[in-house]
């Protein structure tokens, strides 16, 4: 009998990583892509791991979540990495590439490993027998997608067109906002951004001259009328914001003791409210003007963006709802989702998805338990299956890899700490965590000697004085 055997559809950055982890594993892989006979509203090649648009993967700055994101990626093994370091092209503490050689990397590794074979052609539908890694990503194909939604229900396939931004809660002016829900109905769970008149009216003027993002033409008049992005209600009249996510009405501002002129809520995104969500506010700005503008709101002055807002189509499933630890579907435990579909948002999250999933595969049809292959939960990507597998189904959102994702440190409210200290923290208690259950997994190691030592020289700079990180 030969080595067992695991099936992955889609070559995409997950796709890829699952196929190398299985096969790094020990088992024989089909990896299924459907490209170049078969393209996507966003891919443009036929080659492994296109990057569909911005070719960043992301900060190296060594105490940011992409920074320990990539190391454990590295430590597990990654074939994109060391793709995406050996295409590096000048861009900062950005690790940016050049996108054709990044993918012909990723292409001869994979052509280098005799146990993976890639299968060209499309996947309608997941086989009943065998383990399967489904990788198809944010534009996975419709005739998969309608599968998949047959498997899980109506509600729990996500196409979704529009999403808002997210903000640091550190980063408000917790004294130009207040605690409060609509018409005082149970409990103050969200925060109140108030704008005066004339507040409001500049706001509504820039947004309607700001730089907005060229969309692909498949994202053209495809907006959905209940979640239009807010330069296009902006469009549609001056008041119409105050009528939709800016309306003031059952809200009492304290400082005035009046009904704001319009307001902006923020709703909790994690449960150790440490983000907030601008309910609502979907746009499709650049990155740039968006933080023009929504810093123009008093309470949001300085704020942080850990995510900007964004359109375009996205399938992906309620995990909570649907997967467990190991991103595996729930009852039918030879089904592994990998990458965008699970929920994950980004490049190198989508590719460390792949790697568990592609873990958990080879384990699964080696008759070996699936479930050591998730890391603990205070490493990153622990942190993103937690998110995935434990959030509440009711308002789940794609995510990207950040530090308000990770579990409170202990003693942080009793002892106020910067910024700095914190995340070293974070990071320190993150890679202790990593190392000790990486032996466990039965892979060897791969080599991460290039990032600690850029994060050990960043802190002798700190600790000399000579640089505030
Ligand atoms: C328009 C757009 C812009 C984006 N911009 C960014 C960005 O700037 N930065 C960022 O980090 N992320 C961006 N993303 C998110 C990005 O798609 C993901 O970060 C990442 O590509 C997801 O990886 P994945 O492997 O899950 O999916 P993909 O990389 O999309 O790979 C999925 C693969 O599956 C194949 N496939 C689909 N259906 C089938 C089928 N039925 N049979 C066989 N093969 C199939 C596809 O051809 C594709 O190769 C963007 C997404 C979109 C749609």
Known sequence: MGAPEVQ?????????????????????VVL?????????????????????????????????????LKRELLRLGSVTLPAAFAARVPAGVNLSVDRAAFSAGVARALASEARIEMRRGRV????????????????TAPALAADLQRRLGADHL????AIAPIVAAESLDLGACFAANR??????????CPLDKAGYEAFVAA????????????????FFEGCLPIEELARRGPDTLRYGP???????DPATGRRPYACVQLRRENAAGSLYNLVGFQTHLRWGEQARLLRMIPALRAAEFARYGSLHRNTYVNAPAHLEAGTRLRGDGRVFLAGQITGVEGYVESAGSGILAGLGAARAALGLDPGPAVPPRETMLGSLVHYLTASDPRHFQ?????????????????APESKYARFLRYRERAVGAFEAWLPGLGIEPGDASGLDAQAEAAAAEARAGKAAP
Request: charged share 20%; proline share 9%; hydrophobic share 40%.
């Open 207 to 222: 947004l309607l001259e700001a730089e907005r993002h060229e969309p692909h033409a498949f994202e053209k008049g495809r």
């Open 32 to 68: 299924h892509e459907m490209r170049p006979a078969e393209g996507t509203e966003a891919h443009r090649t036929g080659d492994p791991a296109e990057l569909v648009c911005s070719n960043s993967l992301k900060s190296l700055e060594p105490l940011s979540a992409p920074w320990l």
């Open 158 to 161: 996500y196409f979704y067109d």
């Open 183 to 192: 018409w005082g109905r149970g409990g103050d769970d969200y925060l109140n």
């Open 124 to 139: 309608d539908a997941v086989p009943g027998s065998g383990v399967w890694v489904v990788a198809t990503g944010p534009l």
């Open 246 to 252: 800016m309306k003031p009405v059952g809200l009492v």
């Open 8 to 28: 992955v559809i889609g070559a995409g950055l997950a796709g890829c990583e699952a196929a190398w982890a299985a096969a790094r594993m020990g088992a024989r």
């Open 398 to 414: 794609p995510v990207n890899a950040m530090w308000g994702l990770v579990p409170p440190l202990e003693g942080a409210e009793s």
